[in-house]
C-alpha cells in the first residue's frame, strides 16, 4: 500500500505542474465565465444555467480524464522513467495502481476547482446551494475514474493515439449501449441478433447509469439507492480494467 | 556474489542470451561488448525489469529479482529518463521513498544524505532545478546518483560513462574506484575498451548474446592491446586471425 501511495503522490506532483493541464482548467473557467454573461442575456432561468455549467464541467472533465489516461502511464513506460521504479522493490501492480489514484487524485483536484466555479455560479444566480448539482458532479467524477481506467487499460498494450481512439470510441458506446437494448427491442430483434446486443451491453461500461444531470437541473433528487448502485458498479467495472491492465502489463517486456 | 546459471532470453523466436553461465565476485566487473550484444538484456534480467526465458540469477544466494536483493542493489540504466518537471532532490528522494529507506523516524534526516549524493555525482548546485533545465552529462549524474540513494551493496551500471565530458568521465570513474574502497561491488556495462581496462578487476565480453571470456583484464589482454583482444573474442578478426578463439570461464 505504501508504494502506491507514494507513486499516487508522484503521478498528483507531477501531473499538476503539466501546463496542458492549466491550459484546459483556464479553458473551464472562461466557460463558466462566460456564462454568467450568457446566464443574463439568454439562459435567464435557473435550470438552463445548471444545464450549461453541469454540461461545462462534464466536457472540461473528459478532456482532463482523456488526457491523464492516456499519456501519463504511456509516458512512463515509453520514456522508461518506469525502469528507475521498478528495479526498486516495487511491483508492476503497485506501479499501475499508483498511477491510476494518482491520476484520480489530479481529476478529484480539477472537479473540486470546477464544482466550486459551479456552486459560485449557480448562488450568484439566486439559486442557493445546488446540492443535487454537487451529486450530479460526483456522479460525473466517478464516470470520469473508470474513463481513466479504460484509458490505462488501454494504454498497457497501445499507443498514445490508438488509447485516445479507442477511449473515445468506447467513452461514446457507453453513452448509447442502454439505449441500444432499449432500441433493439423495440424494433423486434430476436435470437443471436438480440444476444449480440445485450453483449455489448454488458462487454462496454454503462456510461448512463453516471449520468444525473437532467435529475439534478431539475431538482429532482436521485435514490440512494440508485447512487450506491452506480458506485458499487464503477467500483466493480473499474476492478475489472484495471486487473486486466495489471495481467498484460505484467507480461509486458520492457 | 552474483551467479548467473544457464539465462536464455528469447524475443520474438531469437535467443537475444543464449545459456548464459557467469559468477561475479569482483569488485568492479566490466562487462563489454558491442552495441545489441546483449549486456543490456543481462543487466535488466539481473535487476528484474525483464523474465528470462529460462535460466537463474541470484545474489549471495537469493534469486536477484527479488523484493529483498532489490533492496540491497542499485540500478543506473542507459540514458536515463526522469519526471522532467521534478528537482533533481525531489527525484532522489521519491527513489528513496520507494526502496524503503526514507520511510519511519529516519525519514527526516534523508535530505542532507540526498545533498552529500548530489555533492558527490557534482550537481548539487542544481538541485533545486527541474530535471527539464539538465544537461545530458547532469542527467547521467542524476541516475548515478538515485542508484547510491539506497547505500547499496551492489551497483548495477549500464554505459554511465555515456554523454559525459572528459571531466565528468574522469570524476566518475574516481567515483567508483572510491565505491570500490568502501566495499561495494560494481557491475558495469560499457563498450568503452579503455574505461574497462583503466577501472575494472575483471571483465566478461558478450557477443551475440553468448559469453566469449570472464575473469581478469590482464589475462584477457595477455600483452596484447585490449582491443586487439576483443576484435579477436568477438570475431571481427576472425579472417585475419582465424585461431583466436577464447572460452567462458564461467
Not at chain 1, 483556464?26 to 435557473?46: D, G, P, S
Not at chain 2, 568492479?28 to 526465458?53: R, S, W
Request: include cysteine; aromatic fraction near 12%.
Amino acid at each position: 500500500m505504501r508504494n502506491i501511495w507514494i507513486i499516487a503522490k508522484t503521478t498528483f506532483r507531477t501531473e499538476t505542474r503539466s501546463k496542458l493541464l492549466y491550459g484546459i482548467l483556464i479553458f473551464a473557467f472562461l466557460y463558466l465565465f462566460f456564462e454568467i454573461f450568457l446566464a443574463e442575456l439568454v439562459l435567464r432561468e435557473l435550470p438552463m444555467v445548471k444545464s450549461f455549467g453541469l454540461a461545462g464541467i462534464y466536457f472540461f472533465n473528459a478532456i482532463v480524464a482523456l488526457f491523464l489516461g492516456t499519456t501519463s502511464f504511456f509516458r512512463d513506460v515509453e520514456r522508461k522513467v518506469v525502469y528507475f521504479i521498478l528495479a526498486k522493490p516495487v511491483s508492476r501492480a503497485q506501479f499501475l495502481l499508483g498511477k491510476f489514484f494518482g491520476l484520480c487524485l489530479v481529476l478529484l483536484l480539477a472537479t473540486a476547482i470546477l464544482g466550486a466555479g459551479y456552486l459560485g455560479l449557480v448562488a450568484y444566480e439566486h439559486g442557493g446551494f445546488d446540492g443535487l448539482g454537487l451529486l450530479a458532479i460526483f456522479m460525473q467524477y466517478l464516470e470520469m475514474a473508470l474513463f481513466i481506467a479504460f484509458a490505462l487499460f488501454v494504454s498497457t498494450f497501445s499507443s498514445s493515439l490508438l488509447s485516445i481512439v479507442y477511449t473515445s470510441a468506447v467513452f461514446f458506446i457507453g453513452h448509447v449501449v442502454s439505449q441500444l437494448v432499449t432500441d433493439a427491442r423495440q424494433i423486434g430483434l430476436k435470437g443471436v441478433q438480440l444476444l449480440l446486443v445485450q453483449a455489448l451491453y454488458y462487454v462496454f461500461p454503462n456510461l448512463e447509469k453516471f449520468d444525473v444531470r437532467t435529475l439534478a437541473i431539475h431538482d429532482v433528487a436521485m435514490p440512494f439507492h440508485a447512487v450506491a448502485l452506480a458506485f458499487a458498479y464503477a467500483a466493480a467495472y473499474g476492478a475489472f480494467l484495471l486487473s486486466a491492465a495489471i495481467w498484460i502489463f505484467d507480461k509486458k517486456e520492457l | 556474489m552474483l551467479e548467473i546459471s544457464h539465462l536464455t532470453k528469447i524475443y520474438k523466436g531469437r535467443a537475444v542470451v543464449d545459456d548464459f553461465s557467469l559468477k561475479v565476485d569482483a569488485p568492479i566487473f566490466g562487462f563489454l561488448g558491442q552495441n545489441g550484444a546483449g549486456k543490456t538484456t543481462v543487466m535488466k534480467m539481473i535487476v528484474g525489469l525483464l523474465e528470462p526465458t529460462s535460466g537463474e540469477i541470484s545474489l549471495d544466494g537469493a534469486p536477484s529479482a527479488s523484493a529483498a536483493s532489490k533492496r540491497r542493489i542499485g540500478y543506473m540504466p542507459e540514458t536515463p529518463y526522469f519526471y522532467e518537471n521534478m528537482t533533481g532532490l525531489e527525484f532522489l528522494k521519491f527513489c528513496d521513498e520507494l526502496d524503503g529507506s526514507a520511510r519511519g523516524p529516519a525519514a527526516g534526516a534523508r535530505k542532507g544524505h540526498y545533498e552529500a549524493l548530489l555533492r558527490r555525482v557534482g550537481i548539487y548546485e542544481a538541485r533545486n532545478a527541474e530535471v527539464r533545465t539538465y544537461s545530458k552529462g547532469m542527467r547521467q549524474r542524476l541516475g548515478f546518483a538515485q542508484a547510491l540513494v539506497n547505500d547499496p551493496e551492489y551497483l548495477f551500471l549500464d554505459e554511465p560513462l555515456d554523454g559525459l565530458d572528459p571531466v565528468g568521465r574522469r570524476e566518475m570513474k574516481e567515483t567508483m574506484l572510491e565505491l570500490k574502497k568502501e566495499g561495494r561491488r560494481i557491475f558495469l556495462n560499457t563498450h568503452i575498451l579503455y574505461d574497462a581496462e583503466e577501472i575494472c578487476d575483471e571483465m566478461g565480453v558478450v557477443h551475440e548474446g553468448k559469453l566469449k571470456y570472464a575473469g581478469p583484464v590482464k589475462e584477457f589482454a595477455a600483452g596484447k592491446p585490449l582491443e586487439e583482444r576483443f576484435m579477436e573474442a568477438v570475431g571481427a578478426r576472425e579472417k585475419a586471425a582465424p585461431q583466436a578463439h577464447t572460452s567462458p570461464r564461467a
